[in-house]
């Protein structure tokens, strides 16, 4: 187990909940504070980003509990990316990184990371972070036809944002003239600095206040229970190799994910050999998105009430062959990852699922369903807002599952109203899909029905990227699958992997996919079977 230098002596445990409190107050803070001075839907309304403090070597310590699981384990390796371009010795205060390549990112270009390096009285004492969904990036506008990282859209290195302070306006002019969105992406990018300004402001002056010169005992001490707990975890479970395979839609053909779960003692090991090649489209998921939602599955499985740290991870070890749709290599697209990574904590539970079977759920008709819907409204101007829908999740040894609810991605649904508001469309209606869910002593959520209608008279291009229309959610333990979703333009059913355009007057009808169920349907209590009927 790690250990850590104390300087001065440890903190004690009281002393280290109040600071532990603080800092997640701080990010909190932060992540409150950028949703404010945002300018896209992406964060303002459903939140697609996330926010960090890490020390000054660019290890995690506090995150929002609420933050996107594809955040968690990825910004601190974005941190430590930006430290191996730019070393301590060589920043100022003033100075922003900033990059969105996909392997040292989140696994495509849209997500722009940033990074602020704090001073403490001339030295750095930690770094500040955030990570948000650009509204656009140019290119395909997330198209699962993207062949490479390319035809994605515009790249941006790891370089400084901002100078001892002062903003790159030269990158700011190439940044505005490559994409479609210029004032959402550029308000969207000063929100995130701000946001960093913010938590720097707040840690000084907490440090101050405690007398503090470093993070390194509060960061130890974080680390280091979180890790305990984590092993402790781990021992409680049967020493073992557990493995699970499945398919998922795909593109042209379905994609296999195999995972073995290997337990020994206190330590853990994940390796995907056996999962499918990687493809020549954008179906693929860079390692670090890999890495974060099957760290995440783990989280949920063995200690979920831990606040979001790296100690946690530190007993858990993962391999992903490089070259598989886990772990592409460069210059593969990867815009459509999240069609792979939300399944990963779904098969972390199908390894599981033998040595904890209480502390798992069903299959959830996840991955979250989008569509970009972009063109020119009655006025003459541009629009591209991306919109996002959710099946439901898979029920639990002791409940039915949530009916449309965003599992794994924590992303919120763009509601109605907004949607009415920037993109030129009628919502027909948004309402829970009947008996969706699949049965079980406990049923899986239900998904839902979105019908729009176009109202303009010039046509609207529109990207899906949904699953679950062809491989059902499954249940467990004797539960059943959840329905399938499926795309239906103007009445007819559509492949949700291709781009479509949606006529003057023409309709689009989303049906999101059911949950799985969670146990023999013969158990179901009568009081719950009674309260299905609302959903006939």
């Given at each position: 187990m790690a250990k850590h230098e104390a300087n001065p002596p440890r903190l004690d445990a009281v002393t280290l909940r109040v600071l532990w409190t603080r800092l997640i107050s701080i990010v909190n803070e932060a992540s409150a504070a950028l949703v404010r001075t945002s300018f896209s839907t992406l964060v303002r309304e459903t939140y697609d980003f996330s926010v960090i403090l890490t020390d000054e070597n660019?290890?995690?310590?506090?995150?929002?509990?609420?933050?996107?699981?594809?955040?968690?384990?990825?910004?601190?390796?974005?941190?430590?990316?930006?430290?191996a371009e730019f070393p301590v010795s060589e920043l100022v205060p003033g100075d922003?990184?900033?990059?969105?390549?996909?392997?040292?990112?989140?696994?495509?270009?849209?997500?722009?990371?940033?990074?602020?390096?704090?001073?403490?009285?001339?030295?750095?004492?930690?770094?500040?972070?955030?990570?948000?969904?650009?509204?656009?990036?140019?290119?395909?506008?997330?198209?699962?036809?993207?062949?490479?990282?390319?035809?994605?859209?515009?790249?941006?290195?790891?370089?400084?944002?901002?100078?001892?302070g002062t903003p790159d306006a030269t990158f700011i002019k190439v940044l505005r003239r490559n994409v479609r969105a210029p004032d959402e992406v550029e308000g969207d990018l000063w929100a995130q600095v701000s946001a960093l300004e913010l938590i720097e402001n707040r840690l000084i002056a907490l440090m101050r206040h405690y007398h503090m010169t470093s993070l390194r005992d509060v960061a130890g001490e974080i680390h280091d229970r979180s890790e305990r707990a984590m092993r402790n975890a781990i021992r409680d479970m049967p020493d073992g190799t557990y493995d699970y395979e499945f398919a998922t839609d795909g593109l042209d053909d379905p994609v296999k994910?195999?995972?073995?779960?290997?337990?020994?003692?206190?330590e853990l090991e994940v390796d995907f050999a056996g999962t499918?090649?990687?493809?020549?489209?954008a179906l693929n998921s860079a390692f670090c998105y890999t890495y974060a939602y099957t760290m995440f599955g783990l989280k949920c499985v063995l200690s979920p009430e831990i606040p979001n740290n790296e100690g946690a991870f530190r007993p858990i070890r993962m391999r992903a062959p490089e070259g598989s749709v886990l772990n592409h290599r460069f210059p593969t697209s990867g815009c459509s990852r999240s069609m792979l990574g939300h399944y990963l904590p779904f098969a972390v539970f199908g390894a599981l699922s033998r040595a904890v079977p209480n502390r798992i759920i069903a299959g959830s008709g996840s991955p979250i369903w989008s569509v970009l819907m972009r063109g020119v409204n009655e006025r003459g101007a541009q629009f591209a807002n991306k919109l996002f829908y959710n099946g439901g999740t898979g029920a639990s040894h002791r409940r039915d599952g949530m009916n449309a609810t965003s599992w794994p991605s924590n992303i919120s649904l763009t509601p109605t109203e907004v949607v009415e508001q920037l993109v030129p469309v009628r919502v027909v209606h948004k309402k829970l899909r009947p008996n969706s869910g699949g049965e079980g002593q406990y049923r899986g959520g239900h998904g839902q029905d979105i019908l729009l209608q176009s109202k303009i008279d010039t046509p609207i291009f529109m990207v899906f990227l949904a699953e679950r229309t062809k491989h059902a959610a499954p249940g467990i333990a004797g539960g059943q699958a959840g329905d399938c979703g499926a795309l239906v333009i103007d009445g007819v059913p559509a492949d949700p992997k291709k781009q479509h355009v949606l006529k003057p007057g023409g309709t689009v009808l989303m049906r999101t996919p059911g949950g799985g169920g969670f146990g023999d349907p013969k158990g179901r209590a009568a009081h719950l079977r009674a309260s299905d009927a609302k959903y006939a």
């Open positions: 660019g290890q995690g310590i506090v995150q929002p509990p609420a933050s996107i699981p594809a955040f968690i384990g990825t910004l601190p390796a974005t941190v430590r990316h930006f430290l922003v990184l900033i990059t969105n390549d996909p392997w040292m990112g989140t696994g495509h270009l849209a997500d722009v990371s940033v990074a602020k390096p704090i001073f403490l009285d001339g030295k750095v004492v930690g770094f500040a972070a955030s990570v948000a969904h650009a509204p656009d990036m140019g290119g395909r506008t997330g198209s699962t036809e993207s062949r490479d990282v390319f035809e994605e859209g515009f790249q941006i290195p790891v370089m400084k944002l901002c100078n001892a994910i195999r995972i073995a779960i290997t337990v020994k003692g206190d499918s090649p990687q493809v020549d489209k």
